[in-house]
T-cell receptor, first 124, second 110 residues
Framework: DAGVTQSPTHLIKTRGQQVTLRCSPK?????VSWYQQALGQGPQFIFQ???????QRGNFPDRFSGHQFPNYSSELNVNALLLGDSALYLC???????????????????????FGPGTRLTVT | TQLLEQSPQFLSIQEGENLTVYCNSS?????LQWYRQEPGEGPVLLVT?????EVKKLKRLTFQFGDARKDSSLHITAAQPGDTGLYLC??????????FGAGTRLTVKP
């Protein structure tokens, strides 16, 4: 059973460029969340996708956008890159598929998130 | 603004020692999770606590959720070098916001 996978592992971009990061969730999971982790900091929540829609968003500018595909995989896009965007970008998947009576997932209560290894983005 | 503070920021101990790290907020959590992250990897969930006063044990790790659900602690007994890593707490509030603390970086020396 494959866990959460992310690509690429490392990426170097220059200021002003655009970048797309990819995430495949753990088998059986339908919800994908994206986080930014700066060096020495904890992860900061960017947004969460469920049923191909952005369901929740953190305090990040519109330069950060995403997409979820019918197979539950997801992309994170960042436009007009800034030096401060250099960070480890983490994808986490979660879900409670198959649970009877389960409608909309409660955000984090009793809700296990599995993180991928991350994509290290360096903006020069 | 809902913030989590973790302390200490860094901790270096000898193998066999006990330690406690803390996670505090001025707001009441609806739930709180502890993760461990190793270099080059994503965080791995250790435990979720939901009920005030709740205590959960995972081998040598003991997690406690404060009665008022504003704080939590992680106690490790007889630490081993394999416990080395970044310990993160993540709290969720009733508005479904979720925040991570900056973490406690633990080093256990053999």
């Amino acid at each position: 059973d494959a866990g959460v996978t992310q690509s690429p592992t490392h990426l170097i971009k220059t200021r002003g460029q655009q970048v797309t990061l990819r995430c495949s969730p753990k088998s059986g999971h339908d919800t994908v969340s994206w986080y930014q982790q700066a060096l020495g900091q904890g992860p900061q929540f960017i947004f969460q996708y469920y049923e191909e829609e952005e369901r929740q968003r953190g305090n990040f500018p519109d330069r950060f956008s995403g997409h979820q595909f019918p197979n539950y995989s997801s992309e994170l896009n960042v436009n007009a890159l800034l030096l401060g965007d250099s960070a480890l970008y983490l994808c986490a998947s979660s879900g409670r598929q198959g649970q009877e009576g389960y409608d909309i997932p409660v955000f984090f209560e009793d809700y296990e998130q599995y993180f991928g290894p991350g994509t290290r983005l360096t903006v020069t | 603004t809902q913030l989590l503070e973790q302390s200490p920021q860094f901790l270096s101990i000898q193998e066999g020692e006990n330690l406690t790290v803390y996670c505090n907020s001025s707001s009441v959590f609806s739930s709180l999770q502890w993760y461990r992250q190793e270099p080059g990897e994503g965080p791995v969930l250790l435990v979720t606590v939901v009920t005030g006063g709740e205590v959960k044990k995972l081998k040598r790790l003991t997690f406690q959720f404060g009665d008022a659900r504003k704080d939590s602690s992680l106690h490790i007994t007889a630490a081993q070098p394999g416990d080395t890593g970044l310990y993160l707490c993540a709290g969720a509030w009733d508005n479904n916001d979720m925040r991570f603390g900056a973490g406690t970086r633990l080093t256990v020396k053999p």
